[in-house]
């Protein structure tokens, strides 16, 4: 009997058979792909907490489970403020979009302008109804999403030990101190990176308070929590919250202070935050310069979105450590 492969060496065809069963499971579970990646950069950052409680005798299923469980807490600590914060004040948005008159002159260094307001007011309500009903339909979804991040979470813990095994089986004795430097880089970043987002995420909320506050905003503490929260959205962040109560002051009335809270908002809530604080915490905890985060962030962020914030810069973190290997051994 004649074989298909003949001589061929088994590590080769092993090799390929690898090759194959990842393409097609990243094809098969395209659809989680991100969220599994996701889990990963998290995985990441609670393994310190995790080695911890082993340290501390309790079992490999417990420590797992807590630091699972503390990942949970984390993000619905971080998501739950918005989410009360916006349907507890619903009605104040509902009642302003109802009471607007249908156009507006106001006064301007002598040159009165007239605004109207039917076409923009019909136009807010038709996003709003169509950002609930898609939100809406976007639960189970996002639910099912959720559930399968904490389920991804619990089992890279979990086996962390025998993943480690697993990978450090499949190369040389001689890539063990490679293979470690590359998991104490992406360790490092991880962490580091979202330790740049909190940390950004709760600079921007004490920069809030006392921005809305004189201001004269009454729910100053509500909106520097909105603001803090919507730094967690990458481009977009603060600026939103900003650039809807500057067009809300103008369609009262009020131009110039309108135009002073976008001027001083976009300033000190987007500008501030995003264009120096943020580098700076990035060259300090992720140990990337400037303009590597920028590079690594916004290419991220264009390339697979939000996720990218954080894939993004550690993805070039990689480059650059794999750069600096091939430069010490050649």
């Given at each position: 009997?004649?074989?298909?492969?003949?001589?061929?060496?088994?590590?080769?065809?092993?090799?390929?058979?690898?090759?194959?069963?990842?393409?097609?499971?990243?094809?098969?579970?395209?659809?989680?792909?991100?969220?599994?990646?996701?889990?990963?950069?998290?995985?990441?950052?609670?393994?310190?907490?995790?080695?911890?409680?082993?340290?501390?005798?309790?079992?490999?299923?417990?420590?797992?489970?807590?630091?699972?469980?503390?990942?949970?807490?984390?993000?619905?600590?971080?998501?739950?403020?918005?989410?009360?914060?916006?349907?507890?004040?619903?009605?104040?948005?509902?009642?302003?979009?109802?009471?607007?008159?249908?156009?507006?002159?106001?006064?301007?260094?002598?040159?009165?302008?007239?605004?109207?307001?039917?076409?923009?007011?019909?136009?807010?309500?038709?996003?709003?109804?169509?950002?609930?009903?898609?939100?809406?339909?976007?639960?189970?979804?996002?639910?099912?999403?959720?559930?399968?991040?904490?389920?991804?979470?619990?089992?890279?813990?979990?086996?962390?030990?025998?993943?480690?095994?697993?990978?450090?089986?499949?190369?040389?004795?001689?890539?063990?101190?490679?293979?470690?430097?590359?998991?104490?880089?992406?360790?490092?970043?991880?962490?580091?990176?979202?330790?740049?987002?909190?940390?950004?995420?709760?600079?921007?909320?004490?920069?809030?308070?006392?921005?809305?506050y004189f201001l004269g905003y009454d729910p100053f503490i509500s909106l520097a929590l909105i603001a803090g929260i919507l730094q967690f959205i990458p481009v977009i962040g603060p600026s939103i919250l900003v650039i809807a109560l500057a067009l809300f002051e103008i369609l009262v009335g009020e131009f110039i202070f309108g135009v002073t809270v976008l001027a001083t908002g976009l300033l000190f809530l987007s500008g501030l935050p995003d264009l120096l604080l943020r580098p700076y915490l990035a060259d300090?905890?992720?140990?990337?310069?400037?303009?590597?985060?920028?590079?690594?962030?916004?290419?991220?962020?264009?390339?697979?979105?939000?996720?990218?914030?954080?894939?993004?810069?550690?993805?070039?973190?990689?480059?650059?450590?794999?750069?600096?290997?091939?430069?010490?051994?050649?």
């Amino acid at each position: 009997m004649t074989r298909i492969f003949g001589e061929t060496p088994r590590k080769i065809l092993l090799l390929a058979a690898l090759v194959l069963a990842v393409f097609f499971t990243l094809w098969v579970f395209s659809a989680v792909v991100w969220t599994f990646v996701f889990a990963v950069t998290i995985v990441y950052t609670l393994y310190p907490l995790y080695q911890a409680l082993r340290r501390r005798g309790i079992s490999e299923f417990l420590s797992s489970i807590i630091s699972t469980f503390m990942s949970f807490l984390a993000i619905l600590l971080l998501a739950a403020p918005f989410f009360i914060v916006i349907y507890t004040r619903r009605d104040v948005l509902f009642d302003f979009l109802r009471d607007v008159p249908e156009s507006f002159t106001f006064d301007v260094l002598g040159f009165e302008f007239t605004v109207e307001t039917v076409m923009l007011v019909e136009l807010s309500r038709e996003y709003i109804t169509e950002t609930a009903i898609e939100v809406a339909q976007a639960t189970p979804a996002i639910v099912l999403q959720f559930f399968l991040l904490i389920v991804f979470i619990y089992a890279l813990l979990y086996k962390s030990r025998a993943i480690s095994e697993l990978v450090l089986g499949m190369f040389p004795e001689s890539f063990e101190e490679i293979l470690q430097g590359y998991n104490d880089k992406i360790k490092y970043t991880t962490i580091g990176l979202y330790v740049v987002q909190l940390s950004t995420g709760v600079l921007t909320f004490l920069i809030g308070l006392p921005f809305f506050y004189f201001l004269g905003y009454d729910p100053f503490i509500s909106l520097a929590l909105i603001a803090g929260i919507l730094q967690f959205i990458p481009v977009i962040g603060p600026s939103i919250l900003v650039i809807a109560l500057a067009l809300f002051e103008i369609l009262v009335g009020e131009f110039i202070f309108g135009v002073t809270v976008l001027a001083t908002g976009l300033l000190f809530l987007s500008g501030l935050p995003d264009l120096l604080l943020r580098p700076y915490l990035a060259d300090i905890e992720t140990g990337l310069s400037p303009s590597q985060y920028f590079i690594g962030f916004i290419g991220g962020l264009v390339t697979i979105g939000a996720l990218g914030i954080i894939v993004g810069p550690l993805v070039l973190a990689i480059l650059i450590k794999t750069a600096d290997i091939m430069s010490d051994r050649t």
